[in-house]
């Protein structure tokens, strides 16, 4: 540079020389212009003294830059070992940062360089990191959102890119990062790639966001304070001074908080209280259990008294040592006054309780007496009813053997009759009494003498009408639907023969000649009475028959029962 600068001062002179020349002729010229050229002259020849001492010193300085190289070319000859040195020294000092990821990338953002700082983090090795795309370490969302390739493209743009955001280890979980993505450019401006620098933040991260759930939780419990208006809550240091005071505090109370600030937690206490040491008592006693639960008077700022039920719980720091108290309380005056009445209400209860106490003794005793009298009438009109039943299960138990007596006396006289219409009608008469000694044999068989079940009944009169057709087992079945209607004695009967000739006319008529088939039955209650339902699946009725004009005993039977 100092050579260059020779030269230019040369040139420079010459330049100088021409504009002399040039003066001279101007001189000669005009005579207004040769005072003008000699001033001209003048100022040039000023210009020129000062352009010889500049080219003097830019000399001594062309003499000083050529001993400069000498002695730089000296150094770069002894420094050739520092230089390899510092790159030794520069990439231990990389390699020892291990709370760091540090890393370089190509301007497409391909790992080109690795540290153990970034292996820490990361959990890639150099081998498994370079040459791959940092795209690998964002998060899937991340990566399909365009996340990469917009922070490479701000970090060319700005120079600089720095964000906190999630990111990805090999082992596939997610850590909060410090990130910073600097530009790298040549000498001539040209992008060379990126400087990447990322910190483990998640610890950090974590503590910010407790932090800041705590303190949107304080920020909750101040609200939640605030707009307690009914509630007495303050705070104490550890000496007793009130330190905080609520909306519910002044409002119950009735001090304003700058006129409690500070002052002694035995202001709310009535002066017995204060005189017995009851304010230490309590703080004493929260400091050694953790809290003191009182109920007791206290004084407002109106010197009026209100009962307070609450509790004065110590509070501690992390090193467990004492930093104040909590006070919260509630007025329950109404309550204690209603309670107070409530004892009063309750001792004139008791007294009264026991004058009607010795009314009642003497009324339980006269009952006592007559209960005796009812309990012994009582057991003799069970022994009557025991007596009576047992009786009557021995007339249905006589009932029942006479009429097996006249089904037995039927049985010996139709086995002497020839196949007639007389012969039918003697065994139909033997189906009718075993229907009626099956009612008595079922009432004095049955636990109480109230009545016999429908549906039991019927399945028994179903099973005597097979045996005394001789129907072969399975080839008529039976199907019954039926309610659990008891029957007493004076249905039962009607009720059985009815049964008896409708079951009886569908096996006599309904299944001829071996034929297989199904007889339904159907029992329920409609509208207040009972509806019974008896059909069957064989040869159907006669072409228009009309039952209420048929002249066979059988119907005429039923149709009466019915009745």
């Known amino acids: 540079e100092s050579e260059q600068d020779t030269r230019d001062c040369g040139q420079d002179l010459r330049e100088a020389k021409q504009d002399s020349r040039q003066s001279g002729q101007n001189s000669r010229e005009t005579t207004q212009d040769t005072r003008e050229a000699g001033q001209d002259t003048r100022n040039f020849n000023q210009d020129l003294r000062e352009a010889k001492q500049d080219s003097r010193q830019s000399s001594q300085n062309s003499r000083d830059t050529t001993q400069d190289k000498r ?25 020892s940062v291990t709370d760091y990821a540090l890393y370089m990338l190509d301007p497409q953002g391909c790992v080109v360089t690795w540290n153990e700082g970034a292996e820490r983090h990361k959990g890639y090795t150099a081998e498994e990191a370079l040459g791959r795309n940092y795209s690998l370490f964002f998060l899937p969302e991340d990566v399909a959102a365009g996340v990469p390739e917009r922070e490479l493209a701000t970090a060319a743009r700005e ?61 909750r419990y101040r609200i939640i304070v605030e707009n307690i208006d009914s509630y007495v809550i303050f705070t104490l240091d550890a000496e007793g001074k009130i330190e905080s005071w609520s909306p519910g505090a002044r409002n119950v109370i009735g001090y304003k908080t700058e006129e409690v600030m500070g002052r002694e937690y ?11 040491g009851e ?20 004084v407002r700022r109106d010197g009026s008294q209100f009962w307070a039920s609450g509790t004065l719980t110590a509070v501690r720091d992390d090193a467990g040592k004492l930093t104040g108290y909590i006070r919260v309380a509630r007025d329950m005056t109404k309550h204690k006054q209603m309670e107070d009445s409530l004892v009063h209400m309750a001792a004139d209860l008791e007294d009264r309780v026991r004058e009607r106490t010795l009314q009642l003794e003497v009324s339980v005793e006269e009952l006592r007496l007559k209960n005796a009298e009812v309990v012994a009438g009582a ?22 053997n006479n009429l097996q007596v006249v089904q037995s006396l039927l049985k010996m006289e139709v086995r002497t009759l020839p196949p007639s219409e007389a012969r039918v009608a003697i065994e139909s008469m033997i189906l009718r009494v075993q ?29 005597g009408a097979i045996a005394s057709y001789s129907v072969e087992p399975g080839r008529v079945s039976f199907h019954l639907d039926a309610e659990d209607i008891p029957l007493n004695l004076d249905r039962a009967i009607p009720f059985g023969l009815l ?20 007889i339904s039955v159907s029992i329920h209650r409609v509208d207040g009475v009972a509806r019974m339902v008896v059909q069957d699946n064989g040869i159907g009725l006669p072409v228009n028959f009309d039952a209420g004009n048929c002249n066979t005993m059988g119907l005429k039977l039923a149709g009466s029962l019915a009745h």
């Open 71 to 95: 002695e730089a070319s000296q150094d770069y000859q002894i420094s050739g070992q520092a230089v390899a040195d510092i790159k030794t020294r520069y990439q231990l000092l990389v390699n």
């Open 159 to 219: 120079g600089r890119y720095e964000v906190e955001a999630w990111r990805l280890r090999k082992d596939g979980q997610k850590f909060w990062a410090l990130v910073t993505l600097t530009a790298i450019r040549d000498e001539k401006g040209e992008l060379r790639g990126f400087a990447k620098v990322t910190r483990d933040m998640t610890e950090k991260k974590a503590a910010e966001e407790m932090l800041r759930s705590r303190n949107a939780q304080l920020d």
């Open 266 to 276: 035995s202001l709310v206490f009535t002066p017995a209280e204060i005189e017995a």
């Open 279 to 298: 304010p230490q008592l309590e703080m004493e006693e929260a400091e050694r259990n953790g809290s003191c639960a009182t109920d007791s008077w206290r």
């Open 379 to 400: 057991q003799l009109i069970t022994r009557q009813l025991e007596e009576k039943e047992v009786l009557f299960r021995e007339i249905h138990h006589r009932v029942k």
């Open 435 to 463: 229907a009626m000694a099956m009612v008595h044999e079922r009432l004095y068989q049955m636990p109480g003498l109230t009545g016999l079940s429908a549906g039991d009944y019927m399945r028994d009169i179903f099973k």
């Open 499 to 518: 049964a008896n000739e409708l079951l009886s006319n569908s096996l006599k008529h309904g299944f001829p000649a071996g034929r297989k088939g199904k």
